[in-house]
């Protein structure tokens, strides 16, 4: 269904997912076309960024964003043309990223919204992946938190993902041996040949612990967590001392109803922790390195534009396919940076 000019078509939350998200979760409308009042305007969706913290919002616990209610049009990242403008800052054809959700129109006071300019005009979906969010995510996790030095072992999950896949060629810069975990041999040998990681591990595979401790001889001095579960196992057993872990992200419980029954690790983490002296940090982007766009921006910019960091989008054509979309995405089903195209340009 293509965007129309007289219809603002929707996704709200119709109900919380209990596990999986299924399409029953999404309910879709159209509703007129909202106007701009004065101080505000009016935005048109070109791209759509899905990504795995959206699962987190349709939860009604509590965590570091308030949850979705039901109603709401669904959350998410976009790039966005100004079709209407009643506010000094912003003319009628500029192009901006913000977070305007699942929609075709959007009203917004330009708050948190950002102009494109320069290069980035010629690839807008970039300011959802490699120069946006994801971007920002890989960066300053791996530069602040996991302060890599060349020489060091460096290992990330989700090595082919938005994040991940960025995290490993940043730390190629660096001058690190860089090692992926990532889910089949076609995002192995992508990671490898395409990415340039020195190696990369397939999660699914039965011997993966055996296999992450025969590529990293020298031990693990910073993890990128993305996934959780048996992969944070299997690097636990291999870390030095001293070692980083930044923690961005945990998708393998991501639908988890409740957590594995039986013996946990937690006196084993701690201990390990303690007697390794470890940097086990989490963190939120936007909200702990925000501020710090700029410093991203001037530097992966600088990389992206001069091919140092190849990137890779997973597009999907019409917000009609966005439920269905991050199911699958939640499922590891995506390959690269998972875009929805809502229109042309």
């Known amino acids: 269904m293509a965007q129309s000019n007289t219809v603002n078509r929707r996704w709200l939350l119709a109900s919380r997912p209990h596990g999986a998200p299924v399409l029953d979760n999404f309910k879709y409308e159209t509703v007129p076309i909202p106007e701009p009042a004065d101080g505000e305007l009016l935005l048109r969706t070109i791209y759509l960024s899905l990504d795995p913290y959206m699962r987190g919002r349709m939860n009604a616990a509590e965590s570091y964003a308030a949850p979705l209610q039901i109603g709401d049009v669904i959350v998410g990242g976009t790039v966005s043309v100004v079709v209407k403008s009643n506010h000094p800052n912003y003319a009628v054809g500029d192009t901006v990223v913000g977070y305007l959700g699942w929609q075709d129109y959007a009203i917004s006071n330009g708050k948190f919204m950002e102009k494109l300019k320069g290069p980035i005009l010629n690839h807008q979906s970039l300011a959802l992946g490699a120069l946006g969010m994801p971007g920002l995510t890989a960066y300053f ?88 579960g048996k992969v944070f196992n299997a690097v636990l057993d291999l870390v030095n001392t001293g070692a980083r872990i930044p923690i961005c992200g945990l998708i393998s419980v991501y639908n988890a109803t409740s957590y594995p029954v039986g013996p946990d690790r937690i006196s084993a983490y701690n ?75």
């Open 271 to 345: 201990g390990k922790i303690l007697s390794k002296r470890m940097r086990v940090q989490g963190f939120i982007s936007t909200m702990d390195y925000g501020h710090r766009y700029k410093e991203f921006a001037d530097a992966m910019g600088q990389w992206v534009f001069e091919g140092k960091i190849t990137y890779r989008e997973d597009v999907t054509d019409g917000l009609e396919n966005a439920p269905q979309t991050l199911i699958g995405l939640l499922e590891g089903k995506n390959f690269g940076k998972v875009i929805i195209k809502v229109a042309d340009k």
């Open 141 to 228: 996790g791996l530069i602040d938190i996991g302060n890599p030095k060349p020489g060091e072992t460096v290992v990330v999950s989700a090595a082919t993902g938005a994040v991940g896949s960025l995290v490993g060629q940043i730390a190629k810069i660096k001058g690190c041996y860089v090692v992926g975990i990532a889910g089949g041999p076609e995002k192995c040998r992508y990671a490898v040949e395409t990415l340039g990681f020195d190696k990369c591990i397939d999660h699914k595979d039965d011997n993966m612990a055996q296999l992450l401790k025969e590529a990293c001889p020298k031990g693990i001095d910073v993890y990128f967590e993305n996934v959780g």
